[in-house]
């Protein structure tokens, strides 16, 4: 399995594996993809801690870190030391009242003081990003990827003055040619069926219009949970594959047992877009949670950062109660096909395995 993304990284299979814990990511570029460490939650110095783990694990095999820059929020000019302060201004009293409202009704009890509460404040800034990817420079990455818009233009030159390659998400293929614009290496062009933030088209439809539009490598994302699927991708003009709620139920993912028990029962009608987790649209686990913000009492979603910065105490609290009826999460469409748990190298070799049988499948038809 040999395409430019191979050649680009030095891996065996052009599989990237996107996910919030280390030990995925060591087992996936371990297994000849690479394993792709998603950073948002991640404090710097915490940062500091899952990288240095990652390298003294995965045997030199090449990985990446995925950071969020988005092009647009709300508060972009504000000084970063005042970007807390006045951004919590301005979200409105009846919003607050709205969320600690459906917690009430619930029975969501406040954070415990040792539970540190009101550390997950501001997401999704470049100002937040920023310290992030300096700590990831500092490591032997072999990939910085940006997970909303092309990164800004003077991330991408730092980067490639430290080696490092730099992919970027797209949902259109006017997205893709931003992105090709400022320097990126790889564009990861993602299907609406993706968990996280995704846009309106599906990925059967987009993949061949970016693979057409742009002239870097281009990955397949967005309901590639098979090796059948991973073969449709490179079938439209893919030269890898970019996953995520794939690796959610594997062995090694830190999925808490309550989110990763109604994942294995969850069917593919069980997601939703809602701006409900960061103010722009993102691929969620339906529930009781996503159904409150588009009710009629919903006094409606804030713009991001606003929005993440208002639910974030909310997520936490929800997490650690027994109110599972409003435990969101990103989640794709593909989590209708992870019914079990298995063993991240089970789940890298089955996909090389199926692709293998489905080109073989192909072949016969063309040849009889």
Request: glycine share 8%; aromatic share 6%; proline share 6%.
């Amino acid at each position: 399995m040999r395409t430019r993304v191979t050649d680009m990284f030095g891996i065996e299979l052009p599989i990237f594996a996107f996910s919030h814990c280390r030990d995925v990511v060591v087992a996936v570029s371990k297994a000849g993809g690479m394993g792709v460490l998603g950073a948002l939650y991640f404090t710097p110095d915490e940062l500091e801690t899952e990288l240095a783990w990652i390298d003294d694990h995965v045997d030199g095999k090449p990985y990446g870190v995925d950071v969020v820059m988005p092009a647009s929020y709300e508060g972009a000019d504000f000084a970063p030391d005042e970007l807390v302060g006045r951004l919590q201004t301005m979200i409105p009293d009846g919003h607050r009242a709205f969320v600690e409202k459906l917690l009430a009704r619930h029975g969501v009890p406040a954070l415990s003081a040792d539970a540190d509460p009101g550390r997950v404040l501001l997401g999704w800034t470049d100002a937040t990003a920023r310290p992030q990817v300096e700590v990831a420079l500092r490591h032997p990455i072999a990939l910085l990827a940006n997970a909303l818009g092309p990164p800004p233009a003077d991330i991408v030159k730092l980067s490639h003055d430290r080696g490092v390659k730099v992919a970027a998400l797209a949902s259109t293929p006017r997205h893709a040619l931003k992105q090709v614009e400022v320097g990126v290496d790889v564009v990861v062009a993602q299907g609406t069926e993706a968990g996280g933030h995704t846009g309106e088209i599906s990925t059967m439809v987009l993949i061949p219009q970016v693979v057409d539009a742009v002239d870097v490598p281009v990955l397949a994302a967005g309901g590639i949970g098979n090796g059948r699927q991973m073969a449709a991708g490179m079938a439209l003009g893919a030269e890898g594959v970019w996953t995520g709620s794939l690796w959610l139920t594997v062995e090694e993912a830190d999925t808490p047992e309550m989110a990763r028990r109604r994942i294995l029962a969850a069917t593919s009608r069980d997601t939703v877009r809602s701006r409900s987790w960061t103010g722009k649209p993102a691929r969620l686990l339906k529930n009781e949670w996503t159904d409150a913000w588009e009710s009629e009492e919903s006094p409606g979603t804030l713009p991001m950062p606003l929005q993440f910065m208002l639910v974030s105490d909310a997520l936490r609290r929800i997490g650690r109660s027994d109110a599972a009826e409003l435990a969101t999460f990103p989640a794709g469409q593909i989590i209708g096909i992870t019914n079990q748990v298995r063993s991240t190298k089970d789940v890298m070799f089955s996909l090389v395995e199926e692709y293998a049988e489905t080109l073989e499948r192909l072949d016969r038809l063309t040849s009889d």
